[in-house]
């Protein structure tokens, strides 16, 4: 029988397995080896191409708990259920987008956000589309945010449809900014993680950042600026069509959303599903699609998205 030995080195193990989630996931992705973990160090027994996987994946997850400290659900399920050179790609890509408050790492963590840092250096408009959790905003939000940092656009701007996730608000007091506050708040969110709170108001402020609903973007030649249409599925086809034409020279796009939920009313098209399939053979647009293995919320929301599909 073919053995091979792996030490855990600079690694507590009791973190590394965190209370045996990591261990029993291992043993489940390898049925025909046998495992032996004692200390620091791990022993696995049988077919040698099987082991052969085995240690190409277990230096994996060693590798990535050596640069994130951390091993989530995502990341086994990541990790131990991709082919050599999904690894290799992993493992080498330069995941850091740009650094929050203070000092905070934002990087790309699974191999889709990866490829949305790739894909916005080669296209100026780039469509991300896929469920809730994958990242999609809060990475288009990191990628605006570091050509802001490195001068590379004069401005971001952010916009979203007004439209109410299945249920009526009714009125909302106060002024413009209080009554659309509660539709672009994960964009705040997002940028709170990014810029320190003092220069954010004062790039809000300067109108260097700038937030607004969809249908204020009407009659604007945006140039010069790195700009994001979030939750674009609940966009309509008019819509659509006067966002994407507000594309002015030295300007970026991304338009994200979630085609699976729409809030539109019943007899109204998404634009952005329409878009999907209008621009899916067009030069210099990119459409990226992310799925249930990208999300990044609490594992149960992986089962949930792959539950209603």
Known sequence: MNEIKIELKEINPQ????????LNKIKETFPKL?????GSFVKAYGNKS????????FNALINYFLKYNNLNQNVLDELLNSDSRSIEFISKANDIITYGVKGKIIRAKTKNQLKIVELSTKYDMLFVVGPAGTGKTYTSVALAVKALKEKKIKRIILTRPAVEAGENLGFLPGDIKNKLDPYIQPLYDALYDMIPTEK?????????IQISPLAFM??????NAFVILDEAQNA??????????RMGPEAKFIITGDPGQVDLPKKIKSGLNEALNIFKKTSGIKILHLDEKDVIRHKLVKKIIAAYN
């Open 15 to 22: 973190n590394f397995f965190d209370n045996d989630q990591t």
């Open 34 to 38: 046998k495992l032996v973990f004692r």
């Open 50 to 57: 099987e082991l052969t996987n085995f240690k190409v994946k």
């Open 200 to 208: 954010l108001h004062s790039y809000l402020d300067r109108g260097i």
């Open 218 to 223: 009407r009659g604007r030649t945006l140039n």
């Open 236 to 245: 309509t086809h008019s819509q659509m069509k006067m966002f994407l034409t």
